[in-house]
C-alpha cells in the first residue's frame, strides 16, 4: 500500500484557519516536526490544496507555495520575484464560499505601507492527476499578469509635484501628501496648490521585462502640475514681507495673463489666506476708482480742483494730512493724495457713480480659481452724499482685499479686463465679469499713477524703473493701515501693512520687492 509524506515548512507550522467568510490566516504551531500520513489517508481535496497554496503564497513562501502548483520551479520563481518588487507588509487572501471545486475564487489584499491598500479579486483553478494541484498561471497573483511582465510599487516621495511657471518645484510629494519644497515656495498657496495635486504619492505598475511601466494597476502615476507662480517674484515677495514686524502681505499678478505670480504674508498675519480673502478698508488707493469716475463724468488730469486743509460736506469733515495745495490739476491732487479734492468732486456724482467706475477696475469680479478661494471686495451703493464722500476716500462702506487691490492695478496696466489664474491648463471660472474703463480713462489713470512716484506720495520708488501705483492710508478703531498698489512693466502688485499708520510703511515693502527682484 502506497504511503504518502506530507512535509511541513522548515520554522513553524503553518495552520490555515478558515473563518466563516473563507478568511486565510496564519498561526505559529510549535517545533517543527515531519508527519507521516496513515496508509489509509485519502489525498488532499482540492479545498485543502487551494488553503495550503494561498497560505504559502500569502506568508511569502513561494518554495511551498511553487510545490502545490504544476509548475514548481516557474511559479516559485515568479512568486518570489513579486514578493520582491512589491515588498509588502503583509499579504492575505479571502473566500466568500469554502467549496470543493477546481476552480476558486479569491480577493488578495496588499498592504504596502501605511495608508497603502491594494485589494483586488483573483481567481485560480486546479487540475488532478493522481492529487490536486494548482495550475501555475502569472493571471491568479494578477489578472493581467502574464509571463516576462511583473509587479511593481512605484514611490514619488520627494519628487515634484507642483512646479513653478518656469519649471522650479514649489511643493513635493510625502507618503500622505504634499509639501512645500522650500520654506518661501509659496506658503499661502501651498495648501490650495496640494489639494489641486491630490494624493497620489505612489501606484502599483505592471512591467515589462525591462522593468518599464505598462499600465497602472492601483492607484495613481502623477505628473507634476505647472503653476503660474513665479519663485524669484515669491522669494523677492516673501523677503519683503518678512522685513516688516507688523502684519503684512503682498499680492503681484502679470497683468498681461492674470497669472498669479506671488501671494505672500509674514508670520504676523493672524492665520489663513488673509492676502487672498482678507477685506479691508483701502483708504486713498481707492482714489483709483474715484478718479475713474470723475474721469467718465468729463474731467481730465488737467481739471483743476480745489485742494484745502479742511473741507465739510454736510455734517461731515473731510482734512487732509496737514497739507494745503490751493487749487491744483487733477493729476497733482491725486499724486499728493489730496482727500479734500476727492470728496469736494465725489459729493457732486450720482450716488452709482463709485459702484459702477469700481466695477470697471475689477471690484464687482466674482472668479473661482482651482484650489483657492478668493474675495475681491464690494463698493455698495451710497445712500447719502456723505456717505458717499467717505466712499471717495476708501473709508465708509469699501472694502477691499489686497487680492482685490492687485487685481484693480493689473487692469489699468493691462487695459482691459484680467482673469486671474493659478493653472495655465485649469481655467478659472468666471462667476461675474467686468469691463475695463475706456482707452482714454486708463491713459488718464496711468498718467497720475506714475505721478504718484515721480513727485508724489511715493517717490521713494523712483529710482526702481518706471514704477505707477497709488499710496494710502486707511483710518481703522485706533489705528491705521498703510497700502500701496502699482504696477512695473508686466508686474502688478498690492502691499497692506496692517496699523501700518501711513502708507510709508507700504511704500517700504514695496521698495524691498522691487528691489528684490533686480
Not at 512535509?7 to 515531519?34: F, S
Amino acid at each position: 500500500m502506497s504511503r504518502r509524506k506530507v512535509i511541513i515548512a522548515t520554522g513553524v507550522v503553518l495552520v490555515v484557519l478558515i473563518t466563516a467568510l473563507g478568511v486565510l490566516q496564519l498561526l505559529p504551531a510549535g517545533d517543527t516536526t515531519e508527519t507521516v500520513a496513515a496508509a489509509d489517508d485519502p489525498p488532499p481535496s482540492a479545498l485543502e490544496v487551494t488553503g495550503a497554496f494561498l497560505d504559502a503564497f500569502t506568508s511569502g513562501d513561494a518554495t511551498t507555495a511553487g510545490a502545490l502548483t504544476d509548475d514548481a520551479a516557474g511559479a516559485a520563481t515568479a512568486l518570489a520575484a513579486v514578493r520582491q518588487t512589491l515588498a509588502p507588509i503583509s499579504v492575505t487572501a479571502s473566500r466568500d464560499a469554502l467549496v470543493d471545486a477546481a476552480d476558486q475564487r479569491f480577493t488578495l489584499t496588499w498592504e504596502l505601507g501605511p495608508g497603502r491598500t491594494w485589494t483586488y479579486e483573483s481567481a485560480l483553478r486546479l487540475v488532478e492527476d493522481g492529487e490536486w494541484r494548482v495550475h501555475w498561471d502569472p493571471a491568479l497573483v494578477h489578472p493581467k499578469l502574464t509571463a516576462g511582465h511583473g509587479l511593481t510599487v512605484r514611490d514619488q516621495t520627494g519628487q515634484p509635484a507642483v512646479l513653478d511657471r518656469d519649471g522650479a518645484p514649489l511643493l513635493e510629494w510625502t507618503a500622505t501628501g504634499t509639501t512645500a519644497s522650500a520654506p518661501a515656495a509659496a506658503p499661502v498657496l501651498a495648501p490650495g496648490m496640494g489639494r489641486v495635486a491630490g494624493k497620489g504619492a505612489w501606484y502599483v505598475a505592471l512591467t515589462d521585462g525591462a522593468g518599464r511601466d505598462v499600465e497602472v494597476l492601483h492607484g495613481d502615476r502623477v505628473a507634476a502640475l505647472t503653476s503660474t507662480v513665479s519663485r524669484p517674484v515669491q522669494q523677492a515677495a516673501q523677503a519683503a514681507v518678512d522685513s516688516q514686524a507688523l502684519p503684512t502681505m503682498l499680492v503681484a499678478i502679470q497683468p498681461s495673463t492674470g497669472d498669479l505670480l506671488a501671494v505672500a504674508q509674514n508670520g504676523s498675519v493672524d492665520g489663513g489666506p488673509v492676502a487672498l480673502q482678507g477685506l479691508f478698508a483701502p483708504g486713498s488707493t481707492f482714489k483709483i476708482a474715484t478718479a475713474t469716475a470723475l474721469l467718465g463724468a468729463g474731467a481730465d488730469v488737467g481739471t483743476i480742483v480745489p485742494c484745502p486743509g479742511a473741507a465739510t460736506v454736510g455734517p461731515r469733515t473731510v482734512r487732509n494730512a496737514d497739507f494745503d495745495l490751493g487749487d491744483v490739476p487733477l493729476r497733482t491732487a491725486f499724486a499728493q493724495s489730496c482727500n479734500t479734492s476727492f470728496a469736494l468732486a465725489a459729493a457732486d456724482l450720482p450716488l452709482d457713480a463709485l459702484p459702477k467706475a469700481a466695477d470697471q477696475l475689477g471690484l464687482g469680479a466674482d472668479f473661482v480659481i482651482p484650489g483657492i478661494d478668493t474675495e475681491i471686495g464690494g463698493v455698495p451703493e451710497a445712500v447719502d452724499t456723505v456717505q458717499q464722500v467717505e466712499n471717495s476716500i476708501g473709508q465708509g462702506q469699501v472694502q477691499v482685499s489686497p487680492f482685490g487691490l492687485a487685481m484693480m492695478s493689473a487692469t489699468v496696466a493691462a487695459g482691459h479686463a484680467v482673469t486671474p489664474r493659478l493653472w495655465p491648463d485649469r481655467a478659472t471660472e468666471v462667476t461675474t465679469g467686468y469691463d475695463a474703463p475706456p482707452p482714454g480713462v486708463i491713459t488718464s489713470l496711468r498718467t497720475m499713477m506714475r505721478e504718484v512716484v515721480t513727485t508724489g506720495r511715493a517717490t521713494e520708488l523712483a529710482g526702481l524703473g518706471r514704477v505707477y501705483g497709488k499710496t494710502g492710508t486707511a483710518e481703522t478703531t485706533g489705528s491705521a493701515h498703510g497700502w500701496f498698489t502699482g504696477y512695473r512693466d508686466d508686474l502688478a502688485f498690492a502691499v497692506l501693512v496692517q496699523d501700518g499708520e501711513s502708507s510709508t510703511t507700504a511704500v517700504a515693502v514695496t521698495s524691498r520687492f522691487l528691489t528684490g527682484l533686480g
